[in-house]
């Protein structure tokens, strides 16, 4: 009984959620974003068939889903709920919160009719597959475990009107900043390292921290060598140990670091490239608009960015077979794009509607979250660096601030 009546009472506050998601849409549409939501959230699915059965409607689960499959079709759909979407997560966003991009793939290995099916590479059984590509933009503060999802889009690199990869990471960037401006320092991985996208983000005077491959020539005090040169020129006067948490054992990391500035060919604008050695046997590479000076804390800030990034990473690898996103069949791309901006709630940790509408109910404790995100990082406890730790993962405890050991 007592969970029976829990259980309308999320429903009820859930049913408030959507409706400022789904504001500027028609009253079907927006009952069909708030049975999506909860249905989605309730199931842990995005298939149709299990949202209907959570719907648990008095008419048959076969109509429940024909009508939803009927909605999904809707045009107007995934673009008022992101915006709203967006319009909501916004006042999140501060100065310093790290907006990271993550391209990803849902991948479709056995699917022969679905629309406009392209060929993707398997982030997970590293192979090239059948499927759509996925892009994510998630904020997050350093220090803090808690994810705030902006903005996810799926697209087909053989559906009419795609340009590029390059135009959708700038139409997710330009759709983010119409709501949070120029707050935020975006951080992407090694796929970033082009230069179709930093001389539009420089041009955008946007703030930004992109891992380099190592093939990007950079100016370095008047002379243009590789990024994989110049990082001789770089001084690592700084020192920092972390330990990584990995199924319950520490494995322990001396990083050294630096950063030397730099410019790109043909732009006279500063950056700044940060060195890091420590993690394997090639130096990791940053490129960033952010001046570290001579200071070990603005500089060790950058690399907790960074850190911070693999971190939101693990999150999405997470949500998308806890949502069986993998397994999501439509009859055209559109539908499985409508999905998206409806899935946005769970991908933060917790799930971004709970801290928004359910103060009542606490997120579970930390030995019922996802076993799967099994690592993190802290500070290590031999360093006197007196910061908070770097932010665990989903599926860990939050490690102590080496400062706050006795």
Partial sequence: MYGSKTARRLRARIGRFSGDVSAGLGVVAQRFVAEMIYGIQASGSVLLTEVARTLQESIAVRKTHMRLSRNLQRPELEGVVQDNVLRLAAPQVGRDTLLVIDPSDVAKKYAKKMEYLATVRDGSAHELSAGYWTLHVMGAELGTERVVPLYQRLYSSNAPGFVSENDEVLRAVDAVRAHVGDRGLWVMDRGGDRIHLFEPLLDRKARFLFRLVGN??????????????????????????????????????TLRFGAQAVRLPGREGPLYLVVIDGFGPEPLMLLTTEDPGRSFKRLWRLVRAYLRRWAIEETIRYVKPAMTSRTCVCSSIRDCATCCPCCLPSCSSPPVYWTMIVACV????????????????RTSSITPWPMACAPCLPGTRALPCPASEP
Avoid: C, H, M
């Fill in 216 to 253: 990007r020539d950079v100016v370095v005090r008047g002379e243009t060598l590789l990024a994989s040169e110049a990082v001789a020129r770089v001084r690592r006067r700084f020192t920092q140990t972390i330990v990584k948490i990995v199924d319950g054992r520490e494995e322990t990391y």
């Fill in 362 to 377: 606490s997120w579970p404790n930390t030995s019922s979250r996802p076993p799967n995100a099994s690592s993190a990082y």
